[in-house]
Every structure is written in structure tokens, then in C-alpha cells.
């Protein structure tokens, strides 16, 4: 059976640390991209358009292990259906895809994409694993920059967050790739639940900024009702990651709680 492994998304914030590691277990590597590129580091690259189905065929040539990672605002469910319909025709023997908690529970476009990519890959006659992983920590300091910038911080009733390291979703997802097809896997949650405005403040302080104000709002609807219920959350039966959100702000910016 091949041991080339073909990753989408594989120069994004998590492929970063994917391919890495699957070269260091001496895996050859194959990362889609929309322009492809020159291979570097025994790392080959090769270009298609998922949401087209452009190049896909060509890039699954003696694949035996797909891990899809590949993820954005638009289009997932399409793309995911265009990946596994070519990979089931052209005999991908493990399907590894990367969802979110919450995914089937928050009543949000981004949530229900990912819902239908799931079960696209369910679907697809490919044995597969499904791992959903709670935002990461450079989502949630991309927020906190944001927000850490208005001069009173919106304290959303109810958002909390579980961050978790994108390093930790990355050795978590190579040992499922390397091992066989188990369906959908325990959830990888960060060790510590926040509520969304603790982290920009936590960023805040890093920052050596000055201090602001929380005002409390209450999140309306459907949505806030899920978030207050902690639907995107996974407080049992979830494994976690060891790496903190105050250890990734003191590699990132310095301080912290």
C-alpha cells in the first residue's frame, strides 16, 4: 500500500505542524495547494482548485491516506465533496478530516458547513476519522487583537471558548492518520474554558496596554441560547490538549494572567 499521504490545507496554521510530523515518521508527502510550488524539505507540491475539481485526480495518483485540513469562509461542503468523491474512485484506503466542536449544535454558517463536510466524508465509501477540535489559539489572538483595540470590551453573555494549541491538533491528527480509519474520534478540547472577553483582556495586559472596561451583552436568539448551553464547548468526555492559552501568549507576545 502507498505511504504517500496527501494533505489539503497543508500550508495553512495547521498543516504547518502536520507535515512536519509526518515527515519525521517518515512519510512521504504530498500538500495540495491552488498554485502548487517547487518541492522543498522532501515535501511535494502540487496545485488544484477543490471547489472547481480542478487537478484533484492528478493529485490523488498513488495517495493511499488523505488528510483534509483545507478549510475557508465559502465553499467547504463543495470542495469536501469534490475531494472525496475522487478519492474514493481513486482508492484512498484512510480519510482523515479536521471538524469543530459544536458543529451539528451551533446554528452558524461556519458550523453547518462543517456539519455537511462531515458527513460528506461519512458518506463518501472511504473509511474515514473525523476529529473535532475546539478554535485554536491563534483564532482566539486574532480576535483578541481585534477587539482588544475598543476602548470597552463586549463581555457576550454565555461565548465561552476551550482554545486549544494548534500543535496538540496536529500530533493528534498525524497519530489518527497513521493509524486505521476510526470514525469520528473523541473530541481535542484547550485544558481551560474562558469566556471570550477574559482572552482579549488576558491579550490586553500582555500587550502592557492600558485597562478597559467589560460591558455585558446578552446574545441574542437561536445562537445565543447554543452558546449559553455551552453547545460549542466540550466539558466531558473530550480529550485535551496540554498546552495552555497563557503559555501560547507568553511564546507569542510575553505576559499573560
Known amino acids: 500500500m502507498s505511504t504517500t499521504i496527501l494533505v489539503t490545507g497543508g500550508t495553512g496554521t495547521l498543516g504547518r505542524h502536520v507535515v512536519p510530523l509526518l515527515r519525521a515518521a517518515g512519510r512521504e508527502v504530498r500538500v495540495l495547494s491552488r498554485r502548487g510550488g517547487a518541492p522543498a524539505d522532501g515535501v511535494e507540491y502540487v496545485a488544484c482548485d477543490l471547489i472547481e475539481g480542478e487537478g484533484i485526480d492528478a493529485a490523488l495518483a498513488g495517495v493511499g491516506t488523505v488528510l483534509h485540513l483545507a478549510g475557508g469562509p465559502k465553499g467547504d461542503v463543495v470542495a469536501t465533496r469534490n475531494l472525496v468523491r475522487a478519492a474514493a474512485g481513486a482508492g484512498v484506503k484512510h480519510l482523515v478530516y479536521i471538524s469543530v466542536i459544536g458543529a451539528d449544535r451551533i446554528p452558524l454558517g461556519y458550523f453547518r458547513a462543517k456539519a455537511g463536510?462531515?458527513?460528506?466524508?461519512?458518506?463518501?465509501?472511504?473509511?474515514?476519522?473525523?476529529?473535532?477540535a475546539a478554535q485554536f489559539h491563534?483564532?482566539?489572538?486574532?480576535?483578541?487583537?481585534?477587539?482588544?483595540?475598543?476602548?470597552?470590551?463586549?463581555?457576550?453573555g454565555g461565548l465561552r471558548w476551550q482554545p486549544v494549541d494548534a500543535r496538540d491538533v496536529a500530533e493528534r491528527l498525524v497519530e489518527l492518520a497513521l493509524g486505521e480509519a476510526a470514525g469520528r474520534v473523541r473530541d481535542?478540547?484547550?485544558?481551560?474554558?474562558?469566556?471570550?472577553?477574559?482572552?482579549?483582556?488576558?491579550?490586553?495586559?500582555?500587550?502592557?496596554?492600558?485597562?478597559?472596561?467589560?460591558?455585558?451583552?446578552?446574545?441574542?436568539?437561536?445562537?445565543g441560547r447554543a452558546y449559553r448551553a455551552g453547545a460549542n464547548l466540550a466539558l466531558?468526555?473530550?480529550?485535551?490538549?496540554?498546552?495552555?492559552?497563557?503559555?501560547?501568549?507568553?511564546?507569542?507576545?510575553?505576559?499573560?494572567r
Request: aromatic share 4%; net charge positive; hydrophobic share 40%.
Open 117 to 132: 463536510a462531515e458527513r460528506a466524508v461519512a458518506e463518501s465509501g472511504v473509511p474515514w476519522t473525523t476529529l473535532r
Open 138 to 156: 491563534d483564532l482566539a489572538l486574532t480576535v483578541a487583537e481585534k477587539m482588544g483595540r475598543l476602548p470597552v470590551v463586549p463581555a457576550l
Open 188 to 223: 481535542l478540547a484547550g485544558p481551560g474554558v474562558y469566556g471570550l472577553h477574559e482572552l482579549v483582556l488576558d491579550h490586553v495586559r500582555a500587550r502592557g496596554g492600558r485597562r478597559r472596561p467589560a460591558l455585558p451583552v446578552r446574545l441574542p436568539g437561536r445562537v
Open 236 to 256: 466531558d468526555g473530550a480529550d485535551r490538549g496540554g498546552r495552555t492559552w497563557e503559555a501560547f501568549l507568553e511564546e507569542r507576545v510575553g505576559g499573560g
